[in-house]
């Protein structure tokens, strides 16, 4: 699983270096889940990473300084062409003024760090990547020993009945195919990560119109498949998507469209030291109080 055999390494970067001005709303809602998970581990935190959020990053940035107000925060981008986005999409004299009473934006770069943090935060990215493996060992190395990653991912059953469509219609798969969360887990150990967790569940959104359903799609990522349709489609074509998306995505006449969503969350230790032949390593402390 080295790399994906289904995801585009070309689309897939062009994809992670584009910066959004504002975080999907699933990925957010993702980050409030995931950051409600942090309380289980009690591990001390002064300075973590905040690995290539999706848009502006702020939310999520907010619920991990609230849970670690002292610790501070290094947000990495996904490429220099992020950078120089960012740049030209500085805000105007009147933002920057409201936003002066707000806290500072955290120290931004490109390179992955080399330890010094004790918390790798990776909301909604794993799955867009074309070199897994290669985002994986960063993240180890990023951290100090007794560091850990917690990070969320689609997963599987995401989009399927837009697959099922797809495959119906006779069509090119709409996404690339997802991994499973037992793989992740195993692929993290292999890495050298010790004790990895995971965990799933699935989350039904709903739409009223099918251009309002590829609007949100549009902002959640790209087609990164490559057997994807190698070209631009036809108003004909899109009118012949709308009618198929109202005719199988709705349950019952009258209702909303529906697209299922598996989101995977997982945390993993950066022991002390490497695995011993046995597998053994210290295990992170939980509470659940």
């Given at each position: 699983?080295?790399?994906?055999?289904?995801?585009?390494?070309?689309?897939?970067?062009?994809?992670?270096?584009?910066?959004?001005?504002?975080?999907?709303?699933?990925?957010?809602?993702?980050?409030?889940?995931?950051?409600?998970?942090?309380?289980?581990?009690?591990?001390?935190?002064?300075?973590?990473?905040?690995?290539?959020?999706?848009?502006?990053?702020?939310?999520?940035?907010?619920?991990?300084?609230?849970?670690?107000?002292?610790?501070?925060?290094?947000?990495?981008?996904?490429?220099?062409?992020?950078?120089?986005?960012?740049?030209?999409?500085?805000?105007?004299?009147?933002?920057?003024?409201?936003?002066?009473?707000?806290?500072?934006?955290?120290?931004?770069?490109?390179?992955?760090?080399?330890?010094?943090?004790?918390?790798?935060?990776?909301?909604?990215?794993?799955?867009?990547?074309?070199?897994?493996?290669?985002?994986?060992?960063?993240?180890?190395?990023?951290?100090?020993?007794?560091?850990?990653?917690?990070?969320?991912?689609?997963?599987?059953?995401?989009?399927?009945?837009?697959?099922?469509?797809?495959e119906a219609m006779g069509w090119p798969p709409p996404v690339s195919d997802f991994t499973d969360m037992h793989d992740w887990g195993d692929q993290l150990f292999r890495i050298g990560?010790?004790?990895?967790?995971?965990?799933?569940?699935?989350?039904?959104?709903?739409?009223?119109?099918?251009?309002?359903?590829?609007?949100?799609?549009?902002?959640?990522?790209?087609?990164?498949?490559?057997?994807?349709?190698s070209g631009l489609r036809t108003p004909a074509w899109r009118k012949r998507l709308d009618a198929a998306l109202d005719q199988a995505l709705r349950p019952a006449p009258g209702a909303p469209l529906t697209l299922t969503f598996e989101v995977i969350y997982g945390h993993a230790l950066r022991p002390l030291q490497?695995?011993?032949?046995?597998?053994?390593?210290?295990?992170?402390?939980?509470?659940?109080?």
């Open positions: 699983m080295d790399e994906p055999p289904t995801i585009d390494p070309v689309a897939s970067g062009r994809w992670l270096a584009q910066r959004a001005l504002h975080s999907p709303w699933l990925h957010e809602e993702v980050a409030r889940r995931m950051a409600e998970r942090l309380s289980w581990i009690q591990l001390p935190v002064q300075r973590w990473v905040h690995w290539e959020p999706e848009g502006d990053g702020s939310h999520a940035r907010a619920l991990v300084a609230a849970r670690y107000p002292q610790a501070t925060c290094f947000e990495l981008a996904a490429a220099p062409s992020g950078a120089a986005t960012t740049a030209s999409r500085a805000p105007q004299w009147w933002q920057r003024l409201r936003r002066g009473h707000e806290r500072a934006r955290p120290a931004r770069g490109t390179a992955a760090p080399e330890g010094g943090s004790q918390l790798v935060w990776a909301n909604m990215l794993l799955h867009h990547s074309a070199d897994p493996r290669a985002l994986m060992s960063a993240w180890l190395h990023a951290l100090d020993p007794d560091g850990f990653l917690m990070f969320s991912c689609l997963g599987p059953d995401t989009l399927r009945e837009l697959a099922a469509l797809y990560f010790a004790e990895p967790v995971m965990d799933m569940e699935h989350i039904t959104l709903t739409f009223e119109t099918p251009a309002r359903l590829l609007q949100e799609l549009r902002g959640l990522g790209r087609n990164l498949h490559p057997q994807r349709f490497r695995l011993s032949r046995s597998g053994q390593a210290p295990s992170i402390e939980f509470s659940l109080d």
